[in-house]
T-cell receptor, first 112, second 114 residues
Framework: GQQLNQSPQSMFIQEGEDVSMNCTSS?????WLWYKQEPGEGPVLLIA?????ELTSNGRLTAQFGITRKDSFLNISASIPSDVGIYFC????????????FGKGTKLSVIP | EAGVAQSPRYKIIEKRQSVAFWCNPI?????LYWYQQILGQGPKLLIQ????????DSQLPKDRFSAERLKGVDSTLKIQPAKLEDSAVYLC????????????FGQGTRLTVV
């Protein structure tokens, strides 16, 4: 099946620092998404990207759909304690099945 | 707008018992997904419905797992008989359509098999 390789697996950063994480695959996707999950909750959609090369922001979050359609990154600027959680990339191939595949997640810890 | 509703929130069963989970998607969402999330891992798709038809169930262990969405709205996921390795959070999500990436998730059901 299609796999998404997400890195880093975990990050410890100081409050106020910027964060960058990415997701790569050997497969081509038509849609890339970034979700955040907090303990005891389901994933919450942060940003959706529908076009290769697209750069989209949501407050302090910025994500890009890679030009090759095989990767995406998420940046968080000026991190705050409530950014703590697990961030997942997800992607849809669009090749008939429209299966929504998830990466393994990046666990973000913010030190006040 | 109400979100995706799931019940129960928690369930503890013994191995070889059966269990069922219920999901009510966002109103008007044609696509419904069931995911299994094992601790420390990303969600793994079990089955995807478009209205009341199955779009993808390639990763559903069909010898013990079954799911239905009879009227194209609510859905149930059943495990019979359960194994220890089925301990996980079972997440339901819905979206407007299959190509619509904006899937919204419920809080999940945490299953513990002892």
């Amino acid at each position: 099946g299609q796999q998404l390789n997400q890195s880093p697996q975990s990050m410890f950063i100081q409050e106020g620092e910027d964060v960058s994480m990415n997701c790569t695959s050997s497969s081509i996707f038509n849609t890339w998404l970034w979700y955040k999950q907090e303990p005891g909750e389901g994933p919450v959609l942060l940003i959706a990207l529908y076009k290769a090369g697209e750069l989209t922001s949501n407050g302090r979050l910025t994500a890009q759909f890679g030009i090759t359609r095989k990767d995406s990154f998420l940046n968080i600027s000026a991190s705050i304690p409530s950014d703590v959680g697990i961030y997942f990339c997800a992607a849809i191939s669009g090749a008939g099945s429209y299966q929504l595949t998830f990466g393994k997640g990046t666990k973000l810890s913010v030190i006040p | 707008e109400a979100g995706v509703a799931q019940s129960p929130r928690y369930k503890i069963i013994e191995k070889r018992q059966s269990v069922a989970f219920w999901c009510n998607p966002i109103s008007g969402h044609a696509t419904l997904y069931w995911y299994q999330q094992i601790l420390g891992q990303g969600p793994k798709l079990l089955i995807q419905f478009q209205n009341n038809g199955v779009v993808d169930d390639s990763q559903l262990p069909k010898d013990r797992f079954s799911a239905e969405r009879l009227k194209g709205v609510d859905s149930t996921l059943k495990i019979q008989p359960a194994k220890l390795e089925d301990s996980a959070v079972y997440l339901c999500a819905s979206s407007l359509g299959p190509g619509d990436g904006e899937a919204f998730f419920g809080q999940g059901t945490r299953l513990t098999v002892v």
